[in-house]
């Protein structure tokens, strides 16, 4: 039996299998519900093909639409026009990832589809073999009954023409007691008959007759014997041999089918994920040196729109009004002298809420950590303090804080400020307390701008290894040997840095930002994106899970790793 199966087939189902009567009808009953089965799940692809397919179409349309009616349109100038032209590109790329969507769709609904149709051509065929067997048994079974049958009175007439040579009588109670199959029947029968061949015959003609009888018992005993030999010989190939085969090609139709429905179906529910998380980053992209759909709409400048609107309407015009009263005219007319003009700052004197901030030559973004903290000979960078302090007393309990990111013209302006000079920039102003965002932001861009990773890429791939291991305890004392080999500028930052996400751990309840949360933002952020694998290649985004773990690792056993016994208590 081991050998008529492949290793991965289940013995124990195909055993049971066969040691039941209704094997046959029981597997093709399963295969019938599968394709149902099979051909609904295709069924609802399609549709839902058609559904993303008709969404796309009609969101592409209305996105080109829209920009073209508006490009040919009076409508605003300057930053708005930028910003619509930008947010309906934004439209047609998703209307695009959902036309792809769709073709997926389809390809799947056709596959299983074709699946069904290959399971259900598999089964016809085996269905016929098992049939053709069942039905070569049978015949042989028939056979057998009709040869045993000739044999039972071929022997009954032998035995009525004894009792009448030894001038017995017929219904002697010895005769009527044999019972064969269908004994009394038969008998009855043989005997009415023998009565009548035998009356008035002579002895030689008896004797003749006996030696005919006997020819025709021997040839039908043989025909018997050779038929339960034939008909044992086919049941057991059936049973022993065929019937295992027969059950086996069923069976594998049942596992084809169900696997290859569950297997689309779980690629249905991931290509789900996929064009959801599609949509989020083209909304909202996760490198904010590209803006998203809100970016987009925030970059909207209305007063300088309506500057140089009124600039070029009134050097269109002339600056002059036919249609309105006159502002200027003869006194004796009743025209009032010109008001003078309010007074403005000039260029040489800014207003002190505006003034410009000078360079003072000290850099922080893009700078070597030692080479600035050697500089400005601190132990922890002051950027990194200045934003902490600031996050930490505006942004504890802010929703979703250093996931959500900040306005990008306004991190662009507060970057520039901090490294042009970081002393005189006022974090506690309204313009930056006021959202948080930007400044944890500034605080992300800042990380991912230095020349080597907090992580420095020389030890990249010792933290990897470090975080494969799925031993939590394993995992915690490789990372923590892993950390105190790094260069004291960022190991000192490290734990600056780790210490004040610890604080924004302690206000999950408030903030909904966990360890696993605040790892997956600062996991690329800390190692670096794009760092060389042992292949030489880039590898970053197949090391962001990995990334992420040593982060979440050491940020969850903050204190072991950083806070000594002295300074806890």
């Known amino acids: 039996m081991a050998t008529l199966v492949e290793p991965s087939f289940d013995e124990n189902i195909l055993r049971a299998l066969c040691e039941t009567d209704c094997g046959v009808p029981l597997l093709l009953d399963r295969i019938k519900q599968s394709m149902i089965s099979c051909r609904e799940a295709a069924a609802f692809l399609k549709r839902r093909a058609g559904v993303e397919d008709e969404y796309g179409k009609a969101m592409q349309k209305l996105a080109r639409q829209a920009a073209n009616e508006y490009a040919t349109s009076e409508a605003k100038a300057g930053s708005f026009v930028n910003a619509w032209q930008s947010s309906m590109r934004t439209h047609e790329v998703m209307a695009e990832n959902r036309i792809k969507f769709a073709a997926r769709l389809n390809e799947m609904s056709e596959e299983l589809t074709n699946l069904a149709k290959e399971v259900d ?8 073999l098992a049939t053709r067997y069942e039905r070569t048994l049978q015949e042989s079974e028939n056979i057998t009954e009709k040869a045993k049958t000739r044999f039972d009175v071929t022997a009954e007439e ?16 010895a005769m009527q007691s044999r019972s064969p199959v269908n004994g009394k029947r038969v008998i009855g029968k043989a005997v009415a008959k023998g009565g009548l061949l035998l009356k008035g015959k002579n002895p030689q003609n008896i004797q003749r007759q006996e030696d005919d009888i006997r020819a025709r018992m021997s040839t039908a005993s043989d025909a018997y014997r050779k038929a339960v030999t034939d008909t044992q010989t086919i ?28 297997y689309h179906l779980a690629r249905y529910a991931f290509l789900c994920e996929s064009i959801v998380h599609s949509d989020a980053s083209i909304i909202s992209p996760p490198d ?10 925030e970059s909207i400048d209305n007063r300088t729109d309506f500057k140089t609107f009124m600039q070029a309407y009134i050097y269109a015009h002339g600056g002059t009004n036919t249609r309105g009263p006159r502002r200027n005219g003869p006194q004796d007319e009743g025209f009032l002298p010109p008001i003078p003009p309010p007074h403005h700052y000039s260029a040489n004197s800014p207003s002190p809420s505006h003034a410009p901030i000078a360079d003072k030559g000290r850099p922080t973004f893009g700078v070597s950590l030692a080479e600035q903290m050697a500089r400005d ?39 520039e400020r901090l490294d042009r000079d970081l002393d005189s920039v006022n974090l506690d102003a309204e313009e930056w307390s006021s959202d948080i965002s930007n400044v944890t932001s500034v605080l992300k861009l800042w990380l991912r701008e230095l020349p080597d990773p907090l992580f420095t890429s020389s030890q990249h791939a010792d933290f990897m290894d ?18 105190n080999a790094l260069p004291d500028p960022n190991y000192s930052t490290l734990k600056y840095l780790m210490g004040h996400l610890h604080k924004v751990v302690q206000h999950e309840a408030q903030n909904a930002m966990s360890v696993q949360n605040l790892a997956i933002v600062f996991g690329p952020t800390l190692f670096g994106q794009g760092q060389p694998g042992i292949n030489g290649q880039l590898n970053g985004m197949a090391d962001a899970s990995l990334q992420n773990k040593a982060v979440e690792t050491i940020l969850e056993h903050y204190t072991d790793i950083f806070v000594d016994e002295g300074e806890e208590a």
């Open 288 to 297: 904010e040196n590209s803006p998203g759909l809100k970016a987009i709409m």
């Open 158 to 173: 032998l035995e009525r023409l004894l009792l009448q040579k030894e001038g017995e009588s017929l219904k002697d109670n």
């Open 466 to 483: 470090a975080a494969r291991n799925e031993n939590e305890r394993a995992r915690h004392i490789r990372l923590h040997e892993r950390v």
């Open 377 to 415: 000979d601190v132990d922890v960078p002051l950027i990194v303090v200045k934003c902490c302090e600031a996050i930490e007393k505006y942004g504890l309990t802010t929703q979703g804080i250093y996931r959500i990111g900040g306005t990008h013209s306004k991190v662009m302006k507060l970057k």
């Open 121 to 128: 051509k598999n089964r016809k065929t085996t269905k016929d």
């Open 235 to 262: 049941r057991q190939e059936y049973f022993n041999f065929q019937l295992p085969r027969i059950l086996r090609a069923f069976k594998e139709c049942v596992d084809e089918i169900d696997l290859g429905t569950q």
